[in-house]
């Protein structure tokens, strides 16, 4: 579906490992459910129904915790049911639907301005990069990072448990260290659940706040192309926020 003018009350959908985040609007606090390894799409959408009525919302921006490819989900989650792929959102939710990376989309409500990256710190490990304005979501978490696992088992949620909080951090730390390095970004952020267990931010990264998901749920109906492209107004208010 597509909007044919620009919508005025966004429905924002931070769906997660463990939980989904919805809100309305700008204001006030996210709604949210449990999602975890067996909800499917229309489970989630079926439980939004219940909290959020049609006539409230005017379009919907979905946070996917997996890979989207030109606004469609390209891969099943790994931390969710199945039937994502495929499945009509705009029939189901009954308004115009932008899906985006759900760490893509927290990346868009805390950009800067520069080059930045962000990472998700929650069940997995989001990544995003965001250059001068363009949104280039990352698949870092699934690569192989040492000792025959990947990024994400040793930062994400399964990693936490594994090593203990004192050992995380320290790889935390390591993976900031050789991101930032390797794709030479002005600035790391970090955000989800977990980033609140870090007794202190690795150099060069700032704390993603929770509400920029909701943010960037609003902002990337503002955004243009694929990939998507902020709009040089924000990209303007967003450098001079970052100063």
Do not use: C
Request: avoid cysteine.
């Amino acid at each position: 579906m597509v909007a044919k003018k620009k919508p005025l009350r966004i429905l924002v959908l931070d769906v997660g490992g463990s939980h989904v985040k919805l809100r309305v609007g700008d204001r006030g606090n996210p709604k949210k459910f449990v999602s975890g390894p067996k909800m499917s799409a229309a489970d989630m959408v079926k439980t939004v129904r219940k909290l959020v009525a049609p006539d409230a919302y005017d379009a919907v921006s979905i946070g996917y915790p997996g890979m989207v490819i030109r606004g469609r989900i390209a891969a099943e989650p790994f931390n969710l049911g199945k039937g994502w792929m495929g499945f009509d959102f705009g029939k189901a939710l009954g308004k115009p639907v932008r899906i985006i990376n759900d760490a893509a989309m927290q990346a868009v409500g805390s950009y800067a301005g520069g080059r930045m990256l962000f990472l998700g710190l929650g069940t997995g490990m989001g990544a995003t990069l965001v250059l001068d304005g363009v949104v280039e979501p990352m698949e870092f978490g699934h690569l192989p990072y040492k000792n025959g696992r990947t990024y994400e088992q040793f930062v994400g949620e399964h990693g936490l448990e594994r090593l203990g909080k004192k050992k995380w951090r320290k790889e935390v730390a390591a993976v900031v260290e050789q991101l930032s390095h390797a794709l030479e970004v002005d600035y790391v952020v970090l955000g989800g659940g977990n980033v609140r267990l870090l007794k202190e931010l690795p150099k060069g990264a700032r704390q993603g706040a929770n509400s920029n998901a909701m943010t960037g749920g609003r902002l990337i109906w503002e955004a243009t192309g694929s990939p998507l492209v902020l709009s040089p107004k924000y990209r303007a208010h967003a450098t001079e926020r970052g100063k």
